[in-house]
């Protein structure tokens, strides 16, 4: 159910017991199909893991830029000079170690597609799938330090899990159902990544594509912590 400052007060999975919201470092947890509100304007997504920091932006849903639609986030389309990005209440600062799990669906056509965004200005915080138009091509700036690369396989652009994780020596890798996509990964940036909102207010926007559950943490998650996590996010969202 909802609580204050929209976020979920229980999300423990009764048939296993287990809480993603107890995992050590959360600090947003956008579940899929829950706590999601549109009034045509202003777009709700609550957050699960008990932080209070919600997807609330005033203007996200103006002109139908973006929606909710079998409870994922779509960021539908550019309105004007506008492109869609929706906002949390804070802007997540990783410093260190991270792990992102992002259950999306990609546009079928090949574009760039920036799905996180920092505030720092469009270009110095984003990571991007299909740089360049290319779709293993990924391009990450953490505070300015850019990082490009080609991986030996092209993320899905069909619906599925993707974790992007940094460790203690700033290696960068992104998975897709567990396995490394590899080629260029894992990469090193030291650099801080900040996180304000999904999609990007550049040309470079993740137009069309869906969010269908975001968790994020500032450390890295462990082994046997990720394997429940991903279990638990993959029964949730019939992957």
């Known amino acids: 159910m909802l609580g204050l400052g929209n976020r979920i007060i229980s999300s423990q999975n009764p048939s296993t017991g287990f809480d993603i919201a107890g995992v050590s470092g959360i600090q947003t947890w956008l579940k899929f199909n829950e706590g999601q ?3 045509g304007d202003r777009i709700i ?15 996200a849903g103006t002109g139908d830029r973006v929606e909710f639609t079998g409870g994922a986030l779509h960021l539908k389309q550019q ?9 949390l209440t804070s802007e997540i600062v990783l410093t260190g170690a991270f792990t992102i799990f992002a259950v999306i669906d990609q546009n079928d056509a090949v574009q ?20 360049g138009s290319t779709e293993a091509k ?18 899905s652009t069909s619906k599925a899990l993707f974790r992007i994780s940094r460790d203690g ?37 993740a137009v069309g594509a ?30």
């Open 37 to 39: 509100s549109d009034d």
């Open 45 to 59: 997504w609550a957050d699960s893991s008990g932080q209070g920091n919600p997807i609330d932006d005033a203007s």
């Open 79 to 87: 309105v004007g000079g506008t492109y869609p990005e929706a906002n």
């Open 112 to 131: 760039p597609e920036s799905i996180f965004q920092g505030s720092a200005g469009s270009g110095n915080n984003f990571f991007r799938f299909a740089h």
């Open 138 to 155: 990924f391009r990450f700036i953490f505070d300015g330090t850019s990082t490009i690369l080609t991986a030996d396989t092209a993320p």
């Open 169 to 205: 020596s700033n290696d960068v890798d992104v998975f897709e159902d567990d396995t490394s996509l590899g080629g260029g990964f894992p990469a090193s940036n030291s650099g801080t990544f900040r996180i304000l909102r999904l999609g990007s207010t550049s040309s470079a926007s």
């Open 210 to 239: 869906k969010f269908f559950e975001v968790v994020i943490f500032n450390e890295l998650v462990s082994d046997a912590n990720i394997a429940l996590i991903e279990t638990d996010i993959k029964t949730r969202n019939s992957l």
